[in-house]
């Protein structure tokens, strides 16, 4: 078995989180998911949950600032935004996907410490 280095990439490395980063996949998917839970279900498969919301700044002034959130869409997608959570259309988008276990290629069961240092 192999043994963990004192100088690991991810010191902070916890192999029970359910937290998965998506910052290394495309923008598309990293700006849409950014960190998104992935949990196992009884069955082996996974279910990938999200919650997409635009944060705001406490010092936003709506029709004036750009949201830093959606800033890739520049000062056109702050004010569609803006015109849209003032007309009530807008809202959080919760993902909830079904992901069976083979399509992940990885284990059914949850890795232990072991399997992950080998």
């Known amino acids: 078995m192999a043994k963990r280095s004192e100088k690991s990439t991810n010191p902070d490395y916890n192999p029970n989180s359910t937290l998965l980063s998506t910052y290394g996949a495309s923008n598309r998917t990293a700006f849409l998911l950014g960190h ?7 069955s082996g498969d996974y ?3 999200d919650t997409y919301k635009v944060d705001t700044s406490e010092s936003y002034k ?9 800033s890739e869409g520049g000062k056109k997608a702050s004010r569609a935004y803006d015109i849209a959570k003032f007309l009530g259309i807008t809202g959080d988008y919760k993902f909830n996907v079904p992901i069976k276990a083979e399509k992940l290629k990885i284990k059914k069961n949850k ?3 072991e399997d992950i240092l080998q």
């Not at 998104?36 to 009884?42: F, R």
């Open 62 to 70: 709506p029709f004036r600032d750009k949201h830093w959130d959606i």
């Open 36 to 42: 998104a839970q992935l949990k196992q279900n009884e």
């Open 47 to 49: 279910t990938l949950t």
């Open 111 to 113: 890795p232990t410490i």
